[in-house]
């Protein structure tokens, strides 16, 4: 099965000069922990998690209603063509311990895809399942 048959089609973007609140607000109302930064409309410059809000702003004293997306988004981006496997998308997620990846072609976000898109389909040798153990194998603390 390809990508583009188990994604989301209507992804909504902020942008990078959107408040850390307004990127909360909007995972409030869409009940969903990311969303993606994206310029000239469709344009993906990054994204924004709930886990970048916490860990790299809250818990470091910043003021949600005033610190920019642009500060705290994780800019280095993972993502995959619409035209690729469901099992490259698995791999993909499992390799970089992500649990989610835009969909790009051309330059240009046409959807998301998750960790749940993946485990409604029978994919290889269960990779949804494989995927999401090494995903969620925590990283060893630096001390």
Known sequence: MKVRDLMTNEVITLKAKHTLQDAAKLMLDLNVGVIPVAEEGDKLRGIITD?????????????????????????????????????????????????????????????????????????????????LHDISTPARPQL
């Open 51 to 131: 886990r970048d809000i916490v860990v790299r702003a809250v818990s470091k004293g910043a003021d949600i209603t005033k610190a920019k997306i642009n500060d705290y988004m994780s800019p280095k981006l993972v993502s995959i063509n619409p035209s690729e496997s469901a099992e490259e998308a698995a791999k993909l997620m499992a390799e970089h311990q992500i649990r989610r990846l835009p969909v790009v072609e051309e330059g240009h976000m046409v959807g998301i895809i998750s960790i749940g898109d993946l485990s409604v389909v029978d994919i290889h040798e269960n990779e949804a399942a494989f995927a």
